[in-house]
């Protein structure tokens, strides 16, 4: 089974950046997966934030990332990044990269997690002066 690790994150103040990391285990390869990001802080309902396709690497993201967050993948690292700028205290959550098998995809949601089958362990993000 597709085994998937985050990492970056850490703490920042407002308005800065971090990038987070979502790799496969060795043995596996994210080739042919659409690769979520999701967020949850404590006591709130998980977020969908961004997605990638894996044909034509078309990008979805919510409202409240919209212009601050950029997912983006590296096929030969076998990594897809999340890039956060600009973050705000309300950032601050556990954030989970997801993967779900859709090779001829061209498109992608983070509305609905249903379709993710493969989930990491998740990063700490907190954002705080």
């Known amino acids: 089974q597709l085994q998937l690790v985050e990492s970056g994150g850490g703490l920042v103040q407002p308005g800065g950046s971090l990038r987070l990391s979502c790799t496969a285990s060795?043995?596996?390869?994210?080739?042919?997966?659409?690769i979520g990001w999701f967020r949850q802080a404590p006591g709130k309902e998980r977020e969908g934030v961004s997605c990638?396709?894996?044909?034509?690497?078309?990008?979805t993201s919510a409202d409240s990332v919209k212009g601050r967050f950029t997912v983006s993948r590296d096929n030969a690292k076998n990594t897809v990044y999340l890039q956060m700028n600009n973050l705000k205290p309300d950032d601050t959550a556990v954030y989970y990269c997801?993967?779900?098998?859709?090779?001829?995809?061209?498109?992608?949601?983070?509305?609905?997690?249903?379709?993710?089958?493969?989930w990491g362990q998740g990063t700490q993000v907190t954002v705080s002066s």
């Open positions: 997801a993967a779900d098998w859709a090779p001829s995809s061209p498109m992608c949601g983070v509305v609905s997690a249903a379709r993710y089958a493969h």
């Open positions: 060795s043995r596996f390869s994210l080739d042919y997966y659409t």
């Open positions: 990638i396709t894996w044909r034509d690497w078309r990008t």
